[in-house]
Nanobody
């Protein structure tokens, strides 16, 4: 059974860098999925796609976050990470990691991140 689990601090101060890790078990992020991605949902708003890393290693970012976001992976640990710099309270959201097999995605349960001013 495939599981994705987000981990990271639940509270970050403004101007700091947010770092989240998604650990995948039961499937390889480089052989079982086309891409691995980060998506967030601010309170009262819809889902926002942040960026993705493909099995080839190519990374795409949302244009609105490109200057602040960085996605990487550690294939030895079957993990991928998100770093978001210079956070503000507007970055407060539930952050999800997801991985795509094409016809469907596997999802983590999400982790709440609050940015304090």
């Amino acid at each position: 059974q495939v599981q994705l689990q987000e981990s990271g601090p639940g509270l970050v101060k403004s101007s700091q860098t947010l770092s989240l890790t998604c650990t995948v078990s039961g499937g390889s992020i480089t052989t079982n999925y086309y891409y691995s991605a980060w998506i967030r949902q601010p309170p009262g708003k819809g889902l926002e796609w942040m960026g993705a890393i493909y099995t080839s290693g190519t990374i795409y970012y949302s244009p609105s976050l490109k200057s602040r976001a960085s996605i990487s992976r550690d294939t030895s640990k079957n993990q991928f990470t998100l770093q978001l710099s210079s956070v503000t309270p507007e970055d407060t959201a539930v952050y999800y990691c997801t991985a795509s097999k094409g016809e469907y995605n596997d999802w983590g349960q999400g982790t709440q991140v609050t940015v304090s001013s």
